[in-house]
């Protein structure tokens, strides 16, 4: 039998971030980890999966409104929380 410990639960409301391309004046495309959720209006977890790689590691993923197969490091309880994540990943330049 599985164990899965996870973060979240099924009609949880949740904030999520991702990544936003920028042009530049110059025609430059950068990108910025962004918020994507507003912060009055948070998605729903609909469904909680346990996704096995073939070769890597298996990992834990979440279905939400208008999205599929969201990773467990990109949802985030509260609006806060997800800014600051987004604020530290676009200072390390995490993930660009």
């Known amino acids: 039998m599985i164990q899965i410990d996870n973060k979240f639960d ?4 949740v904030h999520l971030i991702g990544r936003r391309c ?3 004046s110059n025609g430059k495309k950068r990108f910025r980890w962004v918020v ?6 948070p998605l729903k ?10 070769y890597g590691e298996n990992e834990l993923c979440y279905n939400i409104q ?3 197969k969201v990773k467990t490091d990109r ?4 609006y806060e929380s997800a800014k600051q994540q ?10 660009l």
């Open 36 to 41: 994507k959720t507003k912060k009055d209006k």
């Open 86 to 95: 987004c604020d530290k990943w676009n200072e390390e330049k995490h993930g």
């Open 45 to 54: 977890v609909l469904c909680i999966y346990y996704r096995h790689k073939l």
């Open 66 to 68: 208008n999205h599929d």
């Open 22 to 24: 920028y042009t530049s």
């Open 10 to 13: 099924v009609g949880q409301e």
């Open 75 to 78: 949802i985030f309880a509260d």
